[in-house]
């Protein structure tokens, strides 16, 4: 079985700048303290032989993540655009240089873990797209087999509509697509509890 190679889309780790409808209800360092949990998680979760990626923004903050996350990483600029078409972008760089599936990830879905993530890669030997849905109608995981860019046209992002149309770009693109389980992500106060009250490791000390 082929490995994926993971893709993971990640802001620079800044007060402010994460998590900023969770941070309406906890604080701005209250946010970036469960950002930086829900990163460590999600991490941890990928098996460690899976080539992994990290996309970042702002473009001045490779510095930033590499004294965070580690100097032996793979970090790649995330292009300008909405999210559909940095999405798009870094596909398109992938697929240029290998082959294999790929899947992208954020780190707002505390629920991915490495079970999950052994399913969608045995999806993505039979099916063109695999896709994990969240609760609030979009997505925690896509993953491609190639570059299909047609997915993420005319997409209205942060919206309850990304997935629903993401399925309907796929249909018309003739892909055949394997869904995962529908699983939480965590944008406001309500999901940051329940994902504490799941996994207390995502506890933060400060909320303000």
Same mark, same amino acid.
């Given at each position: 079985?082929?490995?994926? !190679?993971?893709?993971?889309?990640?802001?620079?780790?800044?007060?402010?700048?994460?998590? !900023?409808?969770?941070?309406?209800?906890?604080?701005? $360092?209250?946010?970036?303290?469960?950002?930086? *949990?829900? %990163?460590?998680?999600?991490?941890?979760?990928?098996?460690?032989? @899976?080539?992994?990626?990290?996309?970042?923004?702002? %473009?001045?903050?490779?510095?930033?993540? +590499?004294? @965070?996350?580690?100097?032996?990483?793979?970090?790649?600029?995330?292009?300008?655009?909405?999210?559909?078409? $940095?999405?798009?972008?870094? /596909?398109?760089?992938?697929?240029? *240089?290998?082959?294999?599936?790929? =899947?992208?990830?954020?780190?707002?879905?505390? @629920?991915? *873990?490495?079970? /999950?993530?052994?399913?969608? +890669?045995?999806?993505? &030997?039979?099916?063109?797209? &695999?896709?994990?849905? !969240?609760?609030?109608?979009?997505?925690?995981?896509?993953?491609?087999?190639?570059?299909?860019?047609?997915?993420?046209?005319?997409?209205?992002? +942060?919206?309850?509509?990304? =997935?629903?149309? !993401?399925?309907?770009?796929?249909?018309?693109?003739?892909?055949?697509?394997?869904?995962?389980? #529908?699983?939480?992500?965590?944008?406001?106060?309500?999901? @940051? #509890?329940?994902?504490? *009250? #799941?996994?207390?490791?995502?506890? %933060? +000390?400060?909320?303000?």
């Amino acid at each position: 079985m082929t490995q994926p !190679t993971i893709l993971l889309f990640l802001k620079a780790p800044r007060k402010g700048l994460v998590k !900023t409808r969770l941070a309406k209800s906890i604080g701005d $360092r209250g946010a970036l303290g469960a950002y930086r *949990n829900l %990163v460590s998680k999600q991490i941890a979760e990928f098996d460690p032989s @899976w080539p992994l990626n990290i996309h970042y923004t702002p %473009v001045d903050a490779q510095a930033e993540m +590499s004294d @965070w996350l580690g100097s032996a990483r793979s970090f790649i600029v995330q292009e300008s655009g909405d999210l559909g078409k $940095r999405l798009s972008a870094a /596909i398109n760089q992938h697929f240029q *240089n290998q082959t294999g599936p790929v =899947f992208l990830l954020g780190a707002d879905c505390p @629920w991915l *873990n490495s079970v /999950i993530l052994k399913k969608a +890669s045995r999806a993505a &030997v039979l099916s063109d797209v &695999v896709i994990g849905p !969240t609760h609030d109608g979009g997505y925690y995981l896509l993953g491609l087999n190639q570059n299909h860019p047609g997915l993420f046209e005319d997409i209205k992002w +942060s919206s309850e509509e990304v =997935f629903g149309q !993401t399925i309907e770009r796929a249909e018309g693109l003739g892909l055949s697509v394997a869904s995962l389980p #529908t699983l939480h992500d965590v944008d406001n106060l309500h999901e @940051w #509890t329940l994902a504490q *009250n #799941t996994f207390p490791e995502l506890s %933060v +000390s400060e909320h303000k």
